[in-house]
């Protein structure tokens, strides 16, 4: 019986629902990182969306920033010409009417104008938020003179900075007496300004700083400059844009915005690090899985392993003891046949068996404990296991034992009798009673060989394998356990192999036995 392929086909089986449950598991997992890749894709084109919302915001601020500077200009404009009818020459004998040019000048409380004369010195100033108490606070020690120089120097300055901004106007206002008029923008542009910049950096603070968003990297797809992205500055640098660019491409397929502008831009993005842990986290999973299954199989196979070692030994040991009480008086018996003058060739063919269950017996007893090596010759051990066998196999067998010299090695005489004996055995019931057997003895500076080959139907590949483990028999009777025991002799007890060398199917197989030397 073979009771090594049916663990097989419950192995076979086995590994099929484990593989059916891991593609379950992928398809399960896939499944759901297939549906939140789509929800953070939807999260990036919701971050265009507020990108396009702040460009639309930014364009709308600057175009009414620009339309208040257009009328703030003009309302200079109106004051300049206020101030030029006051600077009017008029006869004496005309009293001038100065109320709608003194209220236009009047009316101005919140546009800074610095006035400069023809030599760029401070003629006159209005709006300014600051005074000579400021420099005051930073040069406590400088006198009065001192710091109305300081304070007229920041003034010309500051009018030289607003007069290259395009904000200044020079006028005739009496006869070649030019006088410079500059203006900045007025305290409520100025306020306005500061709180769209506060709110535009706010945004783009809460989009950098998300830690829910995606990476993600909006670009001009004219220009190739970046609109906004909340990946590191080193990577989107001028250096390293296009390589992160490239490195987004293959992980997620680009989305072009429209922003309704005559401009197009791409979005690349990645995968948030929550989904790459997702994406691998069943192969981990499996791997951990793996990782105690297969510590488990290895400590419960050595634990039945441990007790069938236990049982083989069990059962070999009391198998001797059975044999022991038999062959007592089998001994007998022949003793009394003697002393009845029985026929002497059947009183010594008797006593051959007899003997050779004395053999078997002795072998079996050894099984389970560590048996005496002795430094013998392999040589003679194997011709003492020829000389038992020629007799009692079939004479269509031909038995040869290749020429070789002595070879010298510790082994245990009975139980590498009986591993060659169990091989030869074998080869015989390969070749069907009918065939050639031959041992060859040889060796190397560390091994000492014995193949043994025969011309029987030879080993399938498929069954190479398991030919050594417990249940494998290709006969109708028997446990399956000869070459399970003869492995474990010449491994466990020898520190020595027994392998397949070659076998053909019905070519024949050569068996090789390795004993260190």
């Known amino acids: 019986m073979n009771l090594y392929s049916n663990k097989q ?4 089986a086995l590994l099929a629902i484990a593989l059916l449950l891991v593609g379950v598991s992928l398809f399960v997992s896939h499944t759901i990182v297939k549906g939140v890749s789509e929800r953070e894709r939807e999260r990036a084109k919701q971050w265009a969306d507020a990108i396009k919302k702040k460009i639309e915001l ?37 009293i001038p009417d100065y109320t709608l040019p003194l209220k236009i000048i009047n009316e101005n409380k919140d546009i800074p104008v610095i006035v400069l004369d023809d030599q760029k010195s401070i003629s006159a100033f209005n709006n300014i938020d600051f005074d000579t108490s400021y420099f005051r606070s930073i040069f406590p020690l400088a006198s009065k003179k001192e710091l109305k120089r300081i304070f007229e120097d920041s003034l010309v300055k500051l009018a030289n900075s607003w007069n290259l901004k395009g904000q200044g106007f020079t006028i005739e206002v009496y006869t070649d007496l030019f006088m410079t008029y500059v203006y900045n923008d007025s305290k409520g542009i ?6 769209r910049d506060a709110l535009i950096n706010a945004f783009n603070q809460e989009l950098i700083d998300n830690q829910g968003l995606i990476p993600v990297l909006l670009i001009d797809s004219t220009s190739n400059q970046v609109i906004g992205s909340n990946i590191s500055k080193e990577k989107t640098n001028s250096k390293n844009l296009e390589k992160t660019r490239k490195e987004l491409l293959l992980v997620n397929q ?10 197009k831009s791409v979005l690349y993005f990645d995968n948030s690090p929550e989904l790459k842990q997702l994406m691998y986290f069943p192969y981990i999973q499996f791997a951990i899985i793996g990782l105690f299954v297969l510590i488990g199989y290895i400590i419960f196979s050595t634990f039945r392993k441990a007790e069938q070692n236990q049982v083989w030994a069990g059962m070999a040991k009391e198998t001797a003891h059975q044999l022991g009480t038999p062959l007592s008086s ?10 009845q003058n029985a026929d002497p ?10 003997v050779r269950l004395d053999k078997v017996t002795d072998r079996f007893s050894k099984i389970g404990s560590i048996p005496k090596l002795d430094d013998m010759d392999l040589t003679q051990t194997v011709k003492n296991v020829l000389s038992y066998l020629r007799p009692r196999v079939s004479d269509k067998v031909s038995i040869e034992l290749m020429p070789s010299q002595e070879i010298s090695t510790k082994h245990n005489g009975p139980l590498m009798e009986w591993v060659v004996e169990n091989i030869c055995k074998n080869a015989v019931d390969a070749m069907s009673g009918k065939g050639k057997l031959e041992i060859t003895i040889h060796s190397t500076p560390e091994w000492a060989h014995i193949d043994i080959k025969d011309n029987g139907k030879g080993i399938p590949p498929k069954k190479m394998k398991t030919i050594f483990e417990p249940g494998f028999s290709t006969k109708k009777r028997g446990w399956g ?33 390795s004993v260190p030397l």
């Open 9 to 12: 086909k419950w192995k076979i």
């Open 58 to 94: 930014v364009q709308l601020t600057n175009g009414a920033f620009t339309h208040i500077r257009q009328l703030e200009r003009k309302k200079i404009e109106t004051w300049l010409d206020a101030t030029k009818e006051l600077s009017k020459e008029t006869p004496l004998d005309i």
């Open 190 to 195: 100025v306020k306005l300004e500061k709180e």
């Open 254 to 263: 680009p989305i072009i915005i429209d922003f309704q502008n005559g401009k």
């Open 330 to 339: 089998l001994m007998a018996w022949i003793q009394l046949l003697e002393a």
């Open 345 to 354: 060739m059947i009183t010594e063919e008797m006593m051959k068996d007899v």
């Open 481 to 513: 356990l000869g070459l399970t025991l003869v492995k474990r002799i010449v491994k466990e007890y020898h520190k020595g192999k027994v392998f397949v060398l070659e076998s053909q199917v019905d070519v024949g197989t050569t068996f090789r036995i």
